[in-house]
């Protein structure tokens, strides 16, 4: 609904890129031992179908979109509290990331540190 409502203006940018922020816990292909959180899970999924979607439909318009697992990082979000990561560190990670982001990635998912994952 926010791509939706932002189209307009996000056609008139000069490389245009759509990010979700999604999570390691969204990846299927990735998913290999016990942990519960199935809602939280199957969101995360579910928001990585909505950027390939995306990817696809906003291709010819020059819009890149693509998903990207923060890190475990320490925040406000429960089971934080012993994370690596600082909210500082994470993002100049994913800031980089975007920075050399090019319609020849959209579609992907990567981590704060531009590593490919697997859907
Ligand atoms: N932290 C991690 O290790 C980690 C790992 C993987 C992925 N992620 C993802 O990173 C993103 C940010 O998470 P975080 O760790 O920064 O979590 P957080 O500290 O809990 O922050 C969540 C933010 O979302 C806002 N929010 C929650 N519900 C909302 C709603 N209905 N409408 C508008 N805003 C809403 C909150 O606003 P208020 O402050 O106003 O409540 C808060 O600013 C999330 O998508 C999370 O799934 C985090």
Avoid: Q
């Amino acid at each position: 609904m926010i791509v939706e409502k932002f189209l307009p203006l996000i056609k008139t940018g000069k490389n245009p890129i759509i990010v979700n922020i999604s999570s390691t816990s969204g990846s299927i292909g990735r998913r290999s031992r016990k942990g519960g959180g199935y809602s939280y899970s199957a969101s995360k999924a579910a928001l990585n179908m909505i950027t390939k979607a995306l990817s696809i439909d906003l291709k010819e318009d020059g819009i890149t979109v693509v998903s990207i697992h923060p890190g475990w990082v320490k925040t406000t979000m429960e089971y934080t509290e012993n994370a690596p990561l600082t909210t500082y560190e994470s993002i100049k990670g994913m800031k980089k990331v975007i920075e050399n982001l090019s319609i020849e990635e959209t579609g992907k998912f990567f981590d704060w540190e531009g590593n490919e994952l697997p859907w």
